[in-house]
Each structure stands twice: as C-alpha cells, then as structure tokens.
C-alpha cells in the first residue's frame, strides 16, 4: 500500500553543520511533498514543500529536492542553530487524496 | 499560531466512553483534515472533509466517526474508547481546492483513556 519511509530516525548535529533528512514514497500517482515542522507540545507547522513538476526549491537555510525517478525527496538545513531542533516529518499526497507521513526525525542541534 | 483551533486541549476519561473533539478551521479554509499521533508515532491520518463532504478516508477505525458543519467546524466522534485510543489528535485545515494542499495543523486534543 501507500507508505512513506523516513531516516534517520534520530540525527544529531553541531551547530553551524548541516543536516540531511531522507524519504522514499510509494506511489507513483503523489504529486505534491511537505516538509513539516513538530516542537514540543505544538501541532506540526509546514516549513517548505515541493510540487512533482519541480526538481528543487530553496528557502533561505531550507532546501528540498525531488526524485521523481527514483520516489525520494530530502530536506536539507545549513548553518543549523539551536531552534532548529525539533521532529521533522516529510509527507507526500497521494493519487487517493490522502497525505502519507513519514514516521519523523528528531534532529538535535548542539550549541 | 496556525489559526486552526481544537478543543478541548486535554481529555481524560474511562475505557467504553465517548468523546468529542472539535475543530475549527482557518478562516476560507474549506477543508479540515483529522490525524492520530501515537506516543513516539507519526501522524495517522483518518480522514477529510471538503465544504461538508467526506473527501478521503485513512486508517479510521469504526469506532471512530466525523462530521463537518455547514459552519465547516468539525467534529471527531471516538466511542467505546480503549486504552489504546490514548494518543494526540490533530486536526489540520486546507483550502481544500485540487492545487493546493498545504495544510495548516492545529495545537492538537490529548486525550487519555485510563
């Protein structure tokens, strides 16, 4: 069925580094790629997200980019700081109207 | 602040009752969606309503029922609750056309079945 893999699922980072958080899709028919945001106690708050038709989009210290090929997308965060750490979670909308989660990666960023 | 609100922000009740959550969604947003967060889970997704509509339905469980208003707040009905319903319950709004998709998640309702 529809599934969306994520990893790591725990990724620990100095600050200033970057870091690098990979999902692979199932579905073919998915056609449109969130990034999401979770911090302690909060709902998950949208960060960057990217459309079938597009093979990367950048904002400021955010990147993601798209395999259309192979079904794998990446985040991608530079010059990482403190605040940045949280649970991220990728997600891809299916053919089927229904968004698929990945299971989430705590990044940790130490001072 | 997503402007989707949920209430009530925590629950606590017995297994075998029912319980309300509601949702209200952005202002213009014609779509409201319910995920299940289990502790050390990530987001299942049950179900979505566009403009009073059933839209998609995920892994919801029968015990498990939704609605939404001609006002489009929304309402998760969960009955004959077990231990295991014991989880954080997200709901999320979009505008809803076949374009855009973003989601915007409430602070969730943390519901504890004791």
């Known amino acids: 069925g529809e599934n969306v893999e994520q990893h790591p699922s725990t990724l620990s980072v100095q600050e200033g580094d970057s870091a690098v958080i990979k999902c692979t899709y199932s579905?073919?028919?998915?056609?449109?790629f969130p990034w999401y945001k979770q911090e302690l106690g909060k709902g998950p708050q949208l960060i960057i997200d990217i459309r079938s038709n597009v093979g990367e989009k950048k904002d400021q210290r955010i990147a993601v980019t798209l395999n259309k090929t192979a079904k794998h997308f990446s985040l991608h965060i530079t010059e990482t700081q403190p605040e940045d750490s949280a649970v991220y979670f990728c997600a891809s909308y299916t053919g089927g109207f229904k968004t698929i989660f990945g299971a989430g990666t705590r990044l940790f960023v130490k001072a | 602040d997503s402007g989707v609100t949920q209430t009530p922000k925590h629950l606590i009740t017995a297994t075998g009752q029912r319980v309300t959550l509601r949702c209200s969604p952005r202002s213009g947003d014609l779509s409201v969606y319910w995920y299940q967060q289990s502790l050390d889970q990530g987001l299942q997704f049950l179900i979505q309503y566009y403009n009073g509509e059933e839209r998609a339905k995920g892994n919801i469980l029968e015990r498990f029922s939704a609605q939404q208003f001609p006002d489009l707040h929304s309402e998760l009905n969960l009955s004959s609750l077990e231990l295991g319903d014991s989880a954080l319950y997200f709901c999320?709004?979009?505008?809803?056309?076949?374009?855009?998709?973003?989601?915007?998640f409430g602070p969730g309702t943390r519901l504890t079945v004791t």
């Open positions: 999320a709004s979009s505008v809803g056309t076949a374009s855009q998709h973003e989601q915007y």
């Open positions: 579905d073919s028919a998915s056609n449109y």
